[in-house]
């Protein structure tokens, strides 16, 4: 099973019996992957692979003091989130999936139905996270500089990863409450469905604020990102070069001190030339676009894995069925969870330094 199922299951609070069997099947006749065929065996390798790299960025997140900065806690928080998709997730999934009881345990399936709400919550809520973390760093500069230069500028990220998962835990929990202790007209029979029948407002309303808004804002956000980013590169490259002694005076202050003030003393006319350094010896501007290019290859695969998932079934909300798009969207979605850590530890640099010292 995959988050797109997800979707799937949620929205079709608006379909009917008949529309969710012709699509996804009958749970009454249905039987267990098995474990030979294509989907199984490609569920298995993505995840499994999904899990390993998500673990290697959060190790070196936690082992290296060099990676803990501010913005890359906003991507150590995606990967926690593809973690929880790709291996406890996917694990009660599996364990759904094999069912041989012809009726689940209710608290299992209220415990499937609330994870499997949370992580595709906590992926695209993640990635809001990240592009508004860029937003604030181009759109006001000087606010993000010095909000990130004391000593305790990693509560800030903390505190808002935190609320990010305290806020989709208090959304879910009523409806999946109500919807457990809600007696169902059909009840469950062989594995656990995700969807919240008893509450077709709910389900629906949920999938709208917790998964679609987040990922409309990262898209709608992102140009003016970029309009932003290109318009500080053209006034950078008008200012004039610093001499080659300022870049030898500022090589040699990287190792001394973070923040690096060159005076040229009493005797010359010159004011003092400041060369601002990031905490790990590159400089800030070097860093900001290294930001950047993270984010963008974030949006690239929230472009390709996610959003073909959100018009897919956004369209089957409204009665429209797109035949042989489920399995391109199955893929897709499936390929998003490799493809953030591998973004984490091939553009950012603290995470690639941390890899070499500690994993080669």
């Not at 899990?51 to 501010?70: D, E, G």
Request: charged share 15%; net charge positive; proline share 6%.
């Amino acid at each position: 099973m995959n988050n797109t199922v997800l979707f799937a299951s949620n929205l079709s609070g608006v379909w009917s019996n008949e529309t969710l069997a012709r699509i996804f099947g009958n749970s009454t006749t249905k039987t267990a992957p098995a474990p030979g065929n294509f989907q199984f065996i490609f569920s298995l390798i993505i995840n499994i692979t999904a899990t390993i790299l998500n673990a290697v960025v959060l190790f070196l997140f936690c082992k290296s003091s060099s990676v803990r900065k501010p913005f890359n806690f906003y991507l150590a928080n995606l990967c926690s989130a593809n973690l929880l998709f790709t291996s406890l997730n996917y694990a009660v999934t599996l364990i759904n999936d094999f069912l041989t009881a012809r009726y689940p345990p209710v608290l299992f399936c209220a415990f499937l139905r609330y994870l499997t709400f949370l992580s595709g919550a906590a992926i695209n809520t993640s990635h809001f996270l990240i592009a508004m973390n860029r937003l604030w760093a181009v759109v006001w500069p000087e606010s993000y500089r010095r909000s990130h230069r004391s000593s305790t500028a990693a509560r800030r990220p903390v505190i808002i990863c935190s609320a990010m998962w305290i806020y989709i835990m208090v959304w879910l929990l009523p409806g999946v409450v109500l919807d457990t202790i809600t007696p169902r007209a059909q009840p469950d029979i062989r594995r656990c469905s995700t969807r919240m029948v008893n509450l077709p407002v709910f389900g629906p309303l949920s999938v709208f604020v917790l998964l679609n808004i987040p990922i409309d804002i990262v898209l709608l956000t992102y140009p003016f990102i970029l309009f932003k980013q290109i318009v500080r590169g053209r006034g950078k490259s008008k200012t004039a070069p610093a001499t080659a002694a300022d870049s030898a005076y500022t090589r040699h202050s990287h190792r001394t001190r973070r923040f690096s003030v060159h005076t040229d003393g009493d005797t010359h006319e010159n004011p003092p030339v400041v060369r601002a350094v990031c905490c790990d010896g590159a400089p800030r501007d070097k860093r900001r676009n290294a930001n950047f290019l993270t984010l963008s290859f974030l949006i690239l695969t929230v472009l390709g894995s996610l959003f073909p998932a959100q018009i897919f079934f956004t369209a089957l909300a409204f009665g429209t069925y797109i035949p042989g798009m489920l399995e391109i969207v199955f893929i897709l979605y499936s390929l998003s969870p490799i493809l953030d850590p591998l973004i984490c530890l091939l553009t950012v640099g603290s995470f690639r330094h941390a890899f070499r010292n500690h994993c080669c």
